[in-house]
C-alpha cells in the first residue's frame, strides 16, 4: 500500500505561479520514477512531468520552459514548480509513483487523489 498527501493546487491568476508538492509513504520497495499528470474535464489523463531517481527528467511539451519537477529521493517527495500558469493549465493534477509497493520485481503505477489547479484568465 502506498500513501499520497499531495498539496498546493488552487485558485491562480493568469501568468501565476504554484508549487505542487507529493509525499508519499507506506510499503515502497523500489521507485523507478514520480511524476505529475493532469486530467481535464472531458480530456484524457495527460503526463505532465516525471523525474527518475537518477533525476533524469521528461516534460510535456507544453509544460516545457514554465515547469519544473524536482524531487527529494530521501522523503520519497516530488515537487512540481509551476509559472507562467495559463487558462489551459487548468486540471485535476495527480501524483504518479511508478514503481513497486507489492512484490519487488513487479512494477506498477500508483497514484495519488489529486489536487485541482484553476487558473484564471
Known amino acids: 500500500q502506498v500513501h499520497f498527501v499531495e498539496s498546493g493546487g488552487g485558485l491562480v491568476q493568469l501568468g501565476g505561479s504554484l508549487r505542487l508538492s507529493c509525499v508519499t509513504s507506506g510499503r515502497i520497495l523500489r521507485i523507478d520514477s514520480m511524476g505529475w499528470y493532469r486530467q481535464a474535464p472531458g480530456n484524457r489523463r495527460e503526463l505532465v512531468a516525471t523525474?527518475?531517481?537518477?533525476?533524469?527528467?521528461n516534460y510535456a511539451d507544453s509544460v516545457k520552459g514554465r515547469f519544473t519537477i524536482s524531487r527529494d529521493n530521501a522523503q520519497n517527495t516530488v515537487y512540481l514548480e509551476m509559472n507562467n500558469l495559463q487558462p489551459e493549465d487548468t486540471a485535476v493534477y495527480y501524483c504518479?509513483?511508478?514503481?513497486?509497493?507489492?512484490?519487488?520485481?513487479?512494477?506498477?503505477?500508483?497514484w495519488g487523489q489529486g489536487t485541482q489547479v484553476t487558473v484564471s484568465a
Open positions: 504518479n509513483l511508478r514503481g513497486a509497493s507489492r512484490w519487488y520485481h513487479v512494477t506498477e503505477d500508483y
Open positions: 523525474i527518475t531517481s537518477g533525476r533524469t527528467t
